[in-house]
Structure formats: structure tokens, C-alpha cells
């Protein structure tokens, strides 16, 4: 994986977790409310991540009550999460391979007009239509969703 930082997380991805354990209403709605924080963070600074997936988020303290630290392997240079979580693992949004820069009209996010990127439960109309252009922060606001 020449490039790529390789991530480790004690609690394994989202996704994962879902598989082996059910949430209540009420913590699955502050996973959301983290989460939508984290990706709120990165519209603030330019980014939108364009690849919001279960897959995507790892878990730092899914096996306990989490500690409150917010450091991975990677040094937190590619992750977003918040220093404490209201069900316990801390969320941590990963892997921003198709992030595109908001407003920079050269460079459409690094994709030619009519790719369609992304996984396909969790792209937007806009992005699943290939208008990579106007996919902005709402993107990652329908993936959330």
C-alpha cells in the first residue's frame, strides 16, 4: 500500500461493530450527532469527503467505555473525531482517498466529468449522476443520512 497510511484502531470500523451489536435509538442518534459534527468540521475547513460509509468510520474504544483520547496510529492526520462520544466508542471518520476541495473550480476533485465515485447506498443523486461539480457539502450530509 505504497502511499497510504495504514490505520489502527482497537474497535475496528463501524461497519464491523454494526454486524455484532444493536444500538438504541437514542445512541445511534448521537453516533449521528458526533459524526455530523466531524463532517461539519471538515465542510468548515474546505473538504468534502464524498465516501461517507459505515466502513469508513473505526471505532477507538468500541470493546469499553471510551477513554477519551483521540489519537491514532496515523497521529490524527487523517482523522476527525471529537476528544469524548455520548455512546461510548469515539467515532472516527477515515480514508479521504475521493475528498474533494470546496471551491476550487480547477480541480472538480479529481475526477473526470461523468465518473461516478463513491459506494453506491451512500452517494448523493448528484454524485451517483456524475456531475462531480456540484457535489458539495450536501453530499456527505445525504451519506450521513
Not at 471551491?103 to 465518473?115: L, M, V
Amino acid at each position: 500500500m505504497q502511499g497510504k497510511a495504514v490505520l489502527a484502531v482497537e474497535g475496528g470500523s463501524l461497519a464491523q461493530y454494526l454486524k455484532a451489536a444493536t444500538w438504541s435509538a437514542r445512541d445511534a442518534a448521537g453516533l449521528v450527532e458526533v459524526l455530523a459534527r466531524a463532517v461539519h468540521y471538515a465542510h468548515s475547513q474546505g473538504v468534502v469527503h464524498r465516501d461517507l460509509k459505515p466502513g469508513n468510520v473505526l471505532l477507538q474504544g468500541a470493546g469499553g467505555v471510551a477513554d477519551g483520547a483521540s489519537e491514532g496510529a496515523a497521529g490524527g492526520a487523517f482523522l476527525l473525531a471529537p476528544r469524548s462520544s455520548p455512546v461510548g466508542p469515539i467515532p472516527k471518520i477515515t480514508d479521504f482517498g475521493l475528498a474533494k476541495r470546496l471551491g476550487d473550480s480547477a480541480d472538480p476533485g479529481g475526477t473526470k466529468t461523468g465518473a461516478v465515485m463513491g459506494t453506491p447506498s451512500y452517494i448523493a443523486p448528484e454524485q451517483a449522476s456524475g456531475r462531480s461539480r456540484d457535489i458539495g457539502p450536501g453530499a456527505d450530509v445525504y451519506a450521513l443520512g
